[in-house]
């Protein structure tokens, strides 16, 4: 599917997270805003950020291949820019958060109290995401790392 979707002139750049155990943590306090979050390493080359850079400049959209690839990619933003980096990442998206980079995701259906479904609800609105998980349940949708996908747009 890369392939074809290069040859359609789709251009592809690579990140690195490294998922720690916490990324499947629940948050257990009655406010998330008080949880933890965790610190992953991550890394994106400059030959991603000059990429990335130029689907930008030409009006095009970023869509991100996991919510890891969406925390290191908003890791790496500053005002809008994107700079290489290599190092921690302790980005925790939560609802308010403005997104800098990322467009569209394509991402698994997560855990509830989890904090990937509360960056998806970010990045979509909260009632879209129960709206979408409601449909995924009604239809034996698989959740979870290694179940079904969806795109956000």
């Not at 155990?21 to 400059?46: G, M, Y």
């Not at 030959?47 to 969406?70: F, P, Q």
């Not at 259906?109 to 609800?121: A, E, G, K, N």
Request: charged share 25%.
């Amino acid at each position: 599917m890369i392939e074809e979707l290069a040859y359609k002139g789709i251009k592809f750049a690579s990140v690195t997270l490294h998922v720690g155990l916490d990324t499947f943590a629940p948050v257990n306090e009655n406010d998330p805003r008080e949880h933890k979050i965790h610190t992953e390493w991550c890394k994106i080359s400059q030959e991603s950020v000059e990429n990335i850079n130029e689907v930008k400049a030409k009006g095009g959209r970023v869509i991100a291949v996991g919510t890891t690839s969406v925390r290191t990619v908003e890791q790496a933003a500053n005002a809008g820019s994107l700079k290489a980096i290599e190092g921690p990442a302790d980005l925790y998206i939560l609802p308010g958060y403005k997104f800098q980079i990322i467009d569209a995701m394509i991402t698994n259906f997560h855990l509830p109290r989890s904090t990937l479904i509360m960056m998806v609800s970010a990045f979509a609105g909260r009632e879209q995401i129960l709206r979408a998980y409601e449909v995924a349940k009604r239809e034996n949708y698989r959740f979870y790392s290694f179940g079904d996908a969806m795109l956000i747009l």
